[in-house]
């Protein structure tokens, strides 16, 4: 197929019905992530995958089941490795690999196999950050600052990151939580919610990407009463996104705010550096 054959959003169906087999696909990741039941997470990928078979070869949606299988397929991958935080050198290259794969086999069948371009990394907008969006990013860091210290040393979550004191274990924390950063919204924005805006609302399709975002957070160690802060965080990605059309804006906002999760959590454990209002 040529390249210009190919299509950004070539034109699909897609009835409400629809939205069950893409619950249960992304849902699949409460199992796979939140609650760790593999064996159950399969079941219902599979079953949301027999479901969008159904509704295709009943004439309701078409491509349904091709979109939601590389939903499926990046979440099994994923869920071959705990993505718990673990800083050693070998866990490293491992996770950084399976996350590479999770990214890279949906895109490549997507682009090679399918013939398609909806999984697509549009890294500038073609026009420079407005105020608002520098603003925004003023908002988020100052955010950041406020509540993540009150959420990781109040409830405790910091012990879900190892203790780091020595120069080296500062640095592999500091790449490992900026590497996810960037990881999740290729994934969750870039090919969740992109093979899932194609079928439903970007209300629908941002809704759906925050549960497999969330469920993956909380595997990585936001847990406890942080859903209350993912979910937020996932939506406005999404929207974030969609409005701005921008890889590297919602990633330079990711990256912002994991810079203060990384000096929240050395804070937690050290009291370095004590720029926050709450003692450690």
């Known amino acids: 197929m040529s390249t210009a054959a190919l299509t950004a959003h070539p034109a699909v169906r897609t009835h409400p019905i629809g939205l069950v087999p893409a619950v249960l696909v992304c849902g699949a990741a409460v199992l796979l992530f939140g609650v760790m039941l593999p064996l159950a997470g399969y079941a219902l990928l599979v079953a949301g995958l027999v479901a969008a078979w159904l509704t295709d070869r009943s004439g309701r949606t078409s491509r349904l089941l091709p979109d939601l299988s590389l939903i499926a397929l990046g979440q099994a991958i994923i869920s071959t490795i705990s993505v718990a935080a673990d800083i050693g050198y070998g866990n490293m290259l491992l996770m950084g690999t399976v996350l590479s794969l999770a990214v890279a086999v949906p895109y490549v069948i997507s682009r090679f196999v399918f013939g398609e371009r909806v999984i697509r990394f549009p890294w500038r907008a073609g026009h420079r950050w407005t105020r ?149």
């Not at 950063?181 to 805006?197: K, N, P, S, Y």
């Not at 925050?210 to 996932?234: D, K, R």
């Open 132 to 280: 608002v969006q520098w603003g925004y990013l003023l908002l988020v860091a100052f955010t950041g600052w406020l509540i993540l210290p009150f959420y990781f040393i109040t409830s405790g979550v910091y012990t879900n990151w190892p203790t780091v004191t020595e120069p080296d274990e500062i640095a592999r924390l500091f790449v490992g939580v900026n590497a996810v950063g960037i990881w999740d919204e290729l994934f969750f924005v870039c090919t969740v919610f992109a093979l899932l805006r194609r079928h439903f609302p970007v209300w629908q399709a941002n809704l759906l990407q925050s549960i497999v975002f969330v469920s993956f957070l909380w595997e990585l160690g936001y847990q406890s009463w942080g859903p209350l802060l993912t979910v937020p965080f996932a939506l406005l990605q999404g929207y974030t996104f969609t409005l701005t059309k921008s890889l590297a804006y919602v990633i330079t906002v990711h990256l912002l705010f994991d810079l203060v999760v990384f000096l929240v959590i050395v804070y937690a454990h050290t009291g370095v550096p004590p720029i926050f209002l709450l003692a450690p």
